[in-house]
């Protein structure tokens, strides 16, 4: 097992300070937010790096912000920030529900928002949450801020749309209003598990129609992803027994799975149609 002795961690006090560091390629280090994922792969022999600058705890990306039609989640908030936040709760109760799933308290305590999103494993239990807001990644570097819709924010198997200069200081999710929100994870038992196939979805039904809908999948292909296909088909439709049946039918047909150690990509196939039935299921 290696060690981090020889790393060279970087502590600043402020946001400037840590934008300041990455914007020069001789002190620029690895992002290192909880440690819950780098410290692992640090141990297990992923390239060490030489220095990491240390966002932990930095208060300009480590609060809630409840605006009039978005929250504005800091980057640096941690898994049991959320769990324990009632305006989450409320407003986004997907991404409270993933993040109660992830890992026990101990990971929850420190492990953050930010880390989990920018870690970019398909597993992350946040992104499909955050996926169905339709909401965006806000990054920030010495030359300012940009925003990056979430559904281009993973470009592939743990690759991120964000360059070695900037940090992730927040994720802008509007409420879900009226819609209904709900979040499955089905792994191998209840806690400490990453999952098999993972849904989150928002769907607002008025007037016995589905007026929106979004509904995305983790763990089935190499990012995060949205349902296109099965939005397309619900949209504008009355959530009939007959509509969820095709609807999970056309899920199981639309995804290409894939396998790996923790299961087939046949079961993660049936399961994503089940998932789909549940999230449509006596809205
Ligand atoms: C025992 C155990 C169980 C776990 N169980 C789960 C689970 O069930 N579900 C799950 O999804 N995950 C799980 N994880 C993984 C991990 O806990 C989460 O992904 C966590 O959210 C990572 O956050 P962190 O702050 O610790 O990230 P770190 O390890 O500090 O960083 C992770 C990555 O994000 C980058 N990063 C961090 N912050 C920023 C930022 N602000 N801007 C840009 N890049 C940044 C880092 O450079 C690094 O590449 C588990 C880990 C362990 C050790």
Same mark, same amino acid.
């Given at each position: 097992?290696?060690?981090?002795?020889?790393?060279?961690?970087?502590c600043?006090?402020?946001l400037?300070?840590?934008?300041r560091?990455?914007?020069?390629?001789?002190?620029?280090?690895?992002?290192?937010a909880?440690?819950?994922?780098?410290?692992?792969?640090?141990a297990?022999?992923?390239?060490?790096?030489?220095?990491a600058?240390?966002?932990?705890?930095l208060?300009?990306?480590?609060?809630?912000?409840?605006?009039?039609?978005?929250?504005?989640?800091?980057?640096?908030?941690?898994?049991?920030f959320?769990?324990?936040?009632?305006?989450?709760?409320?407003?986004?109760?997907?991404?409270?529900?993933a993040?109660?799933?992830?890992?026990?308290?101990?990971?929850q305590?420190?492990?953050?928002?930010?880390?989990?999103?920018?870690?970019?494993?398909?597993?992350?239990?946040?992104?499909?949450?955050?996926?169905?807001?339709?909401?965006?990644?806000?990054?920030?570097?010495?030359?300012?801020?940009?925003?990056?819709?979430?559904?281009?924010?993973?470009t592939?198997?743990?690759?991120?749309?964000?360059?070695?200069?900037?940090?992730?200081?927040?994720?802008?999710?509007?409420?879900k209003?009226?819609?209904q929100?709900?979040?499955?994870?089905?792994?191998?038992?209840? +806690? /400490? =598990?990453?999952?098999?196939?993972? #849904?989150?979805? %928002?769907?607002?039904? &008025?007037?016995? @129609?589905?007026? *929106?809908?979004?509904?995305?999948?983790?763990?089935?292909?190499?990012?995060?992803?949205?349902?296109s296909?099965?939005?397309?088909?619900?949209?504008?439709?009355?959530p009939t027994?007959?509509?969820?049946?095709?609807?999970e039918?056309? +899920? /199981? =047909?639309?995804?290409?799975?894939? #396998?790996?150690? %923790?299961?087939?990509? &046949?079961?993660? @196939?049936?399961? *994503?149609g089940?998932l789909?039935?549940a999230?449509?299921?006596?809205?």
């Amino acid at each position: 097992m290696k060690t981090t002795e020889h790393i060279d961690i970087r502590c600043p006090r402020t946001l400037a300070e840590a934008l300041r560091l990455q914007a020069d390629e001789r002190t620029r280090g690895t992002l290192l937010a909880g440690g819950t994922d780098l410290m692992v792969q640090w141990a297990s022999g992923v390239p060490t790096p030489v220095r990491a600058t240390s966002v932990w705890n930095l208060p300009e990306i480590s609060a809630i912000e409840v605006c009039a039609d978005c929250l504005e989640i800091g980057a640096g908030v941690t898994h049991a920030f959320l769990v324990d936040c009632t305006q989450v709760h409320r407003h986004l109760p997907a991404l409270a529900a993933a993040a109660a799933t992830v890992g026990a308290a101990q990971i929850q305590a420190r492990g953050t928002l930010g880390g989990n999103a920018a870690n970019a494993s398909p597993a992350g239990d946040t992104a499909p949450a955050l996926l169905v807001t339709g909401g965006s990644v806000v990054l920030a570097s010495v030359s300012g801020t940009r925003e990056v819709p979430l559904d281009r924010f993973w470009t592939a198997y743990r690759r991120i749309d964000a360059r070695p200069d900037e940090i992730i200081v927040a994720f802008r999710l509007p409420k879900k209003g009226k819609a209904q929100e709900r979040f499955r994870k089905i792994g191998t038992r209840r +806690a /400490q =598990a990453i999952s098999k196939v993972m #849904a989150a979805s %928002r769907i607002l039904v &008025e007037k016995g @129609r589905i007026q *929106s809908v979004a509904i995305a999948l983790g763990s089935i292909a190499p990012t995060p992803v949205r349902l296109s296909e099965v939005e397309a088909l619900l949209a504008g439709q009355k959530p009939t027994p007959a509509l969820i049946d095709e609807a999970e039918k056309l +899920a /199981q =047909a639309s995804v290409r799975p894939i #396998a790996d150690i %923790r299961s087939t990509a &046949e079961y993660r @196939r049936w399961a *994503s149609g089940r998932l789909v039935r549940a999230a449509l299921e006596n809205l």
